[in-house]
């Protein structure tokens, strides 16, 4: 297969972690006999500085036509004070331009890093592995908002098609898991629960899905005191942002957990959900785990690569079972962290 990238490491620590990220894909290729073509983009405060602006238009042109895009992260204190450009308006930018309204976010619990879990042992059980969809495009992030006097809203609007389109994917998504799926909503109170609920009763006819439904009150106390009834969990904009950061919380590693930005076709975005973490930019000391994690997320969901998302997946829990640790990673002063280039080496040599 011929894949084409989009590649945007963005700033801070984005490019040292993409570039262990492509090392990875480069090596999964070879050994699969696939071809990999990249073109790189600026995004962030790397294109205000060389443009003037966050998201120049070539870079969304070339996202547009590249198979598929790999984003490092963007943003960072030097272009936090610019009028009214900010860095992080370039992933609203691809993520609407390139018209992707579901957000994969997986938690998943490596049992190496269990002590990073805030969670009892006996609560964590022996695995941990949920699947968020959150739809990204809609709901009151988008809606009217404004101010009136001393008052101020903000509008929470979903149409049929919105609601349809992002219960589809996480359907897909969940018959090819455990085939159970929770739809998170606050149907008791808001007429667009209501309508997500109506929708979702179309959507799932037939679909051989476990299904419950739950108000977002219940669902963030249900994650910490029994995570383990979950697989796949589909939610609005809002609860989704919220219930995803509860989420990765429960495995303890930012530096660990990737994500997926999918759409109508087979092209998504594709990132890890930590920042750009300026405090340790350009010291080598980054963990690219979540970068090259969702290189495997690509693989599976651009490209349908199943076995060679499985390959990176099994090299990064070996990479781990073997003691490899970034400074992010480490549990005590006598373990001995590795650099961003040795966790790459160590990946590698286990692919
Ligand atoms: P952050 O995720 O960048 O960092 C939070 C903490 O986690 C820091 O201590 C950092 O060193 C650490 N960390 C993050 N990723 C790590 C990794 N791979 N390995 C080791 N340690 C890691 O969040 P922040 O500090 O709130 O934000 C920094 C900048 O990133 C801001 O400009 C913010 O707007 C931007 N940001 C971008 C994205 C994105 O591009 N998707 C997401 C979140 C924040």
Redesign the pocket.
Known sequence: MNMNIALVP?D??GPE?VEQAVRVLDKVADQFGHKVTYTNLLA?GCAIDATGKPLPEETLEKAKAADSVL?G?????KW?HLDGIR??QA?LGLRAGLGLYANLRPALLYQELKFACPLKPEIIGDHLDIMIVRELTGGIYFGDSGREGDSAYDTERYSKAEVERVLKVAVKIAQGRKKKLTIVDKANVLESSRLWREVAAEVLEGSGLDVNYMYVDNATMQLVRNPQQFDVIVTSNMFGDIISDEASMLTGS??MLPSASLGDGKKGMY??I???????AGKG????L?TILSVAMMLRHSFELEKEARAIETAVQKTLQDGFR???LVENAEMKAVSTKEMGDAVLARL
Request: charged fraction near 15%; hydrophobic fraction near 40%; avoid cysteine.
């Open positions: 963005g801070g620590i972690i962030g984003l992260a963007v943003g960072g204190p936090e860095p992080e992933l930012i530096g990132e890890p930590h920042g750009s973490a300026p405090d340790i000391i980054a963990n690219p979540a970034t400074a992010d």
